[in-house]
T-cell receptor, first 115, second 116 residues
Framework: AQTVTQSQPEMSVQEAETVTLSCTYDTSENNYYLFWYKQPPSRQMILVIRQEAYKQQNATENRFSVNFQKAAKSFSLKISDSQLGDTAMYFCAFMTPNTGNQFYFGTGTSLTVIP | EAGVAQSPRYKIIEKRQSVAFWCNPISGHATLYWYQQILGQGPKLLIQFQNNGVVDDSQLPKDRFSAERLKGVDSTLKIQPAKLEDSAVYLC??????????????FGEGSRLTVL
């Protein structure tokens, strides 16, 4: 079964601090992409960061970075220097191109940045 | 580049009425998805199209939901008759699956449905 587990329904962080959101997944596919999406309150879902499973190097995008542990099927998101605009729901997801580009989403982590 | 367009943004109907949502994906994106997102939850796939063919509609409640993408471009999702539990945001998304595609899923702003 293809599943994504986000075990932290809610998290909070002080402004300017660092926070890590956890994600584990399960798939029998060897070729897949991993994503973190951000959904601010009542706003559009947008991509934060992506990682190809065949790449060992962890992806980074400015203040956002991932810790990709393929053997453990873990894909955590680290947000450094948290800003008020980072307050949002964060969804972990993966996509399997060899099975029709199907996407699998976690249940989300609600992150609140406290001023 | 224009993003994924959805309309209407908001719709309020009474139970047993019908409603239709429209989506126009990013130009050139062959794969189109409709998701249902209930407040506080993750997106749930309703149907996935590849061009004008259905890839996956296993979670679409076919007794009341229907969707089409006749020309392989824009798509319509219909609910008839609506139930209270259909209150949700309906998200349309698309992705480029050909050479040069990044695998990224692009979302529209969503259509928020309230069933009274």
């Amino acid at each position: 079964a293809q599943t994504v587990t986000q075990s932290q329904p809610e998290m909070s962080v002080q402004e300017a601090e660092t926070v890590t959101l956890s994600c584990t997944y399960d798939t029998s596919e060897n070729n897949y992409y991993l994503f973190w999406y951000k959904q601010p309150p009542s706003r559009q879902m947008i991509l934060v960061i992506r990682q190809e499973a065949y790449k060992q190097q962890n992806a980074t995008e400015n203040r956002f970075s991932v810790n990709f542990q393929k053997a453990a099927k873990s894909f955590s998101l680290k947000i450094s220097d948290s800003q008020l605009g980072d307050t949002a729901m964060y969804f972990c997801a993966f996509m399997t191109p060899n099975t029709g580009n199907q996407f699998y989403f976690g249940t989300g982590t609600s992150l609140t940045v406290i001023p | 580049e224009a993003g994924v367009a959805q309309s209407p943004r908001y719709k309020i109907i009474e139970k047993r009425q019908s409603v239709a949502f429209w989506c126009n994906p990013i130009s050139g994106h062959a794969t189109l998805y409709w998701y249902q997102q209930i407040l506080g939850q993750g997106p749930k796939l309703l149907i996935q199209f590849q061009n004008n063919g259905v890839v996956d509609d296993s979670q679409l409640p076919k007794d009341r939901f229907s969707a089409e993408r006749l020309k392989g471009v824009d798509s319509t999702l219909k609910i008839q008759p609506a139930k209270l539990e259909d209150s949700a945001v309906y998200l349309c998304a698309s992705t480029h699956t050909g050479q040069g595609g990044t695998g990224e899923l692009f979302f529209g702003e969503g259509s928020r449905l309230t069933v009274l």
